[in-house]
């Protein structure tokens, strides 16, 4: 039987040569070693996702190999995933996030999902086109710690504030912290309609959350 070190370095390693053909393979093996599966997930593929993520912040991987990174880290939760327990995979906190009404665009909000989940997040993901009540709601359902927003058109861009104020309407404002992001919003805008912050990309939007969360 192989060593659990090197399996889980061979999964951390499929992640960050986008070697989507090998993944599923390597997790099955995990599995038939007794490795569990949790580990799997936290220090196989997560370990592989952080570095793909320093390598798009240091200019060495660009959206495509995102992309490819998520597409490869989602084959290998197909086989893990039958095989954790909730107990065992501690959550690092949980985000809604969605894009907003009006706007279809979604390659950067999936990029942030799937960065947060391979940071070991629970995500509620609305999808694109999100009303503010549909915000409000999933906030008065799933209790999440941040609210993530997205929006590609400065014609949309404004829909943001009207989640915002239909948040402090409900009285659920305070509950949550509020990142937004996409290419028009800026951190001046960010802090004129009253979130927390705004994200230059995907991988600064997940270090953010991840650091309110006082994660790695």
Known sequence: MKDEAEILGKIRDSIVNLDINSIAKLCKEAIDSNIPA??????GMSRGMEI????????EY???ELIMAGETMKEGM????PYLKGSDL???GKVVIGTVRGDLHD??????????EGSGFSVVDLGVDVQPEKFVEAVR????NIVGMSAL?????MEMEKVISALKNAGLRNKVKIIVGGAPVTREFAEMIGADAAARDAVEGATICKSWMGSR
Do not use: R, S, W
């Open 38 to 43: 949790y580990k799997v997930v936290t220090d």
């Open 52 to 59: 793909v993520g320093k390598k798009y912040e240091n200019g």
């Open 62 to 64: 660009f959206l495509a």
């Open 78 to 81: 197909k086989i893990i995933k």
């Open 90 to 92: 501690k959550i690092a």
């Open 107 to 116: 390659i950067g909000k999936n990029l942030v999902v799937m960065l947060l």
């Open 141 to 144: 359902e799933h209790e999440p």
């Open 153 to 157: 058109l400065t014609t949309t861009m």
